[in-house]
């Protein structure tokens, strides 16, 4: 039984801040409200899917609009879902199209790599049309407002953390040779719907699309909703580098946002994690998921040795100032992993853990600020 692993779970919702905070979440879970993916399949599109790709941006703007107000009357029982039919092509047949297309010359994250993965050629990922899943299951040491938590861990990433800690699924999970991945297990994008499926009978809160990184696998995510029907939350944990296009495809899908936000200085993420612009790339898709997608968001910031007043400080005064409503996991958990292990002396400053200080100055800086972290941390 999860909840005598985690009675913070159990007791999390008698708090009423966390319940304002999320309050869409809330009542996907007590069954009043729809997840936003099953609305997207009702809200019909007019056009035909033989058109180039700018064309079909165009109806997805219109159709991100038309959303938006039929949210607002599902969610004010102005009209019900079931009362409504559904169309021959749907947003998010379209997003699935558009995510098609996005593949062939592949701009998923902001590395940009433009090869046609849809025609088998591997990308900085490592990944080609196919994805491949490590493990799925009811997991229930993620935060407490989400477990037990249906994670889906796919394989790959768009990152290259030097301390990873998912390193045999996110770096190290298969070599590419003769341009084939040679291990992992590959899935269609039927059996991802089947084991959502399974981990909804199992009684998750939430479905988990994380990994590695779940951006490369977007276009095979977007196919597993249209094969989904349950209504459960449809939750995005990521290190939110994709690009503004998958953003845009996002934005009307996910109910609830997960998203690492580790740096802050942009050179520190390019030697940690081999990724260029940090900084404004992922304050950009968190922006957009706040004002322009559920706005129900998670922030989980990993405090890095020796790095509190460079990030972790301005970071906590970024949420605070931007994203308001958001709450925060404060991470104390960092330990020397993968490179940082292997090579300790290339990375001797941050081959240590966190001081107890450095958690002191976190969290009171955390609660100057007045932001909510207590009971996600
Ligand atoms: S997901 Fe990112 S890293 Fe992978 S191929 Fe596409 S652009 Fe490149």
Not at 48 to 64: G, N, Y
Not at 184 to 200: C, D, I, N, P, R
Not at 298 to 326: S, Y
Request: aromatic share 10%; glycine share 4%; with cysteine.
């Amino acid at each position: 039984m999860w909840f005598l692993h985690r009675p913070d779970a159990a007791n999390v919702w008698k708090n009423d801040a966390v319940c304002n905070r999320y309050s869409r979440y809330k009542g996907i879970l007590d069954g009043t409200k729809i997840p936003r993916y099953l609305i997207a399949k009702k809200l019909v599109v007019n056009i035909s899917f033989e058109e180039p790709l700018e064309k079909l941006w165009l109806a997805h703007e219109q159709a991100s609009k038309e959303f938006i107000e039929l949210l607002r009357k599902i969610d004010s029982e102005e009209i019900l879902l079931n009362e409504l039919s559904s169309p021959e092509k749907s947003f998010l047949d379209l997003k699935e199209k558009i995510a098609c297309k996005i593949l062939e010359s592949c701009h998923f994250c902001e590395r940009r790599c433009g090869v046609n993965r849809a025609q088998g050629k591997i990308g900085f990922c490592r990944l080609g049309k196919d994805s491949y899943i490590s493990s799925a299951f009811a997991h229930t040491g993620e935060e407490s407002v989400l477990v037990p938590s249906g994670t889906i861990f796919f394989t790959g990433c768009t990152f290259t953390c030097v301390f990873c800690q998912n390193s045999d699924i996110s770096q190290e999970w298969g070599d590419v040779i003769d341009n084939k991945v040679s291990e992992g297990v590959k899935v269609t994008s039927k059996q991802v719907a089947l084991m959502a499926e399974k981990l909804w009978k199992d009684g998750v809160r939430n479905i988990n699309f994380v990994g590695g990184d779940p951006t490369p696998n977007l276009h095979t995510i977007i196919s597993a909703l249209k094969q989904f029907e349950r209504n459960i939350t449809i939750l995005w944990n990521s290190n939110m580098y994709q690009s503004l296009e998958a953003t845009k495809l996002l934005l009307e899908l996910m109910d609830f946002w997960l998203p690492d936000f580790k740096f802050w200085e942009n050179d520190f993420a390019k030697q940690m994690s081999g990724v260029n612009n940090y900084r404004e790339i992922i304050t950009r898709n968190i922006k957009l998921a706040y004002a322009e997608g559920s706005g129900e968001i998670l922030i989980r910031h990993l405090i890095m040795p020796g790095r509190v007043e460079q990030d972790t400080f301005p970071i906590l005064d970024w949420c605070a100032k931007d994203i308001p409503k958001a709450m925060i996991n404060l991470m104390d958990q960092y330990r020397p992993e993968y490179l940082v292990r292997r090579t300790p002396n290339i990375y001797r400053s941050i081959n240590q853990r966190i001081s107890t200080i450095e958690w002191q100055k976190a969290t009171e800086k955390a609660d100057a600020l007045d932001l909510l972290w207590k009971p996600v941390s």
